[in-house]
């Protein structure tokens, strides 16, 4: 196992039985009940012991845009977390340099848990009509079963025929997620408007947004650095 310090739960000590480790990434930016549904859904669907909630650090598909800082963004994950016992949040990508890929994080994940710990990285049904071309996917379909949230009356033969094709032998579940409008933007821009936001995330983010002054133009940051699939 990796013995540098990655701000990662402990898990696996009991060696006779199975544990399933959750990973859902993403900007968090900021994080609301859209997010904490989808990692509920899939706890309870695929049987997960945890599920790990990582901030992105920098992500490189949002080079173009204005991104909170990321002690912020982890600070609300915190927070929206704290209640459930099966969630947790890790500095686990803020923390590491350069560029990382989905696929650095799983291969550091599979270096630093015992083999009885089975990884399931959560995203949405739309990344995974694109999962094939993402860096290394062999390799990430060789290191982790895939969770799809789909929404009621999305086409799966689409995302199924289209994983098919690529070649790439991914272990993707499907799961629906109730339609739920959230979207971190729609938060961020209501914010900006002075609009509420209460019943779109947690009562505790909606208090650090405003004890900091998120959303306001002139605390936003420009992230300069890069993180990609």
């Known amino acids: 196992m990796v013995a540098a310090p990655l701000h990662l739960p402990e898990l696996g000590a009991d060696a006779s039985r199975e544990y399933r480790l959750g990973i859902m990434g993403g900007t968090f930016d ?3 009940y859209g997010h904490l549904v ?3 859904q899939a ?7 945890l599920v790990l909630f990582m901030p992105a650090g920098r992500p490189a598909f949002k080079l173009d845009e204005d991104v909170s800082d990321a002690e912020d963004r982890y600070a609300m994950t915190i927070l929206a977390t704290a209640a459930n016992s099966a969630f947790d949040a890790s500095r686990f990508e803020i923390d590491r340099e350069g560029v990382t890929y989905t696929i650095d994080t799983l291969r550091a994940l599979r270096e630093y848990y ?3 710990v089975k990884l399931f990285f959560i995203t949405g049904a739309d990344a995974i009509l694109d999962l094939a071309t993402w ?11 895939f969770i799809a949230a789909t929404r009621p009356g999305y086409d799966i033969d689409q ?3 289209r994983l098919t094709n690529s070649g790439v032998a991914f272990d993707v579940r499907y799961i629906e997620i109730p339609a739920l409008a959230i979207s971190s933007t729609n938060i961020r821009e209501r914010v900006s408007r002075g609009k509420s936001v209460r ?3 947690s009562e505790s983010v ?4 405003r004890k900091n002054g998120l959303y306001n133009r002139h605390v936003i940051e420009r992230v300069d650095g890069a993180q990609a699939h």
């Open 199 to 201: 019943y779109l995330t």
């Open 135 to 145: 860096h290394d996917a062999e390799g990430m379909a060789k290191l982790a079963t």
């Open 43 to 49: 706890r309870e669907a695929l049987d997960l012991d």
């Open 114 to 116: 015992p083999d009885n």
């Open 206 to 209: 909606i208090g650090y947004i």
């Open 159 to 161: 995302a199924r025929a």
């Open 30 to 32: 900021p994080i609301h």
């Open 38 to 40: 989808t990692a509920e």
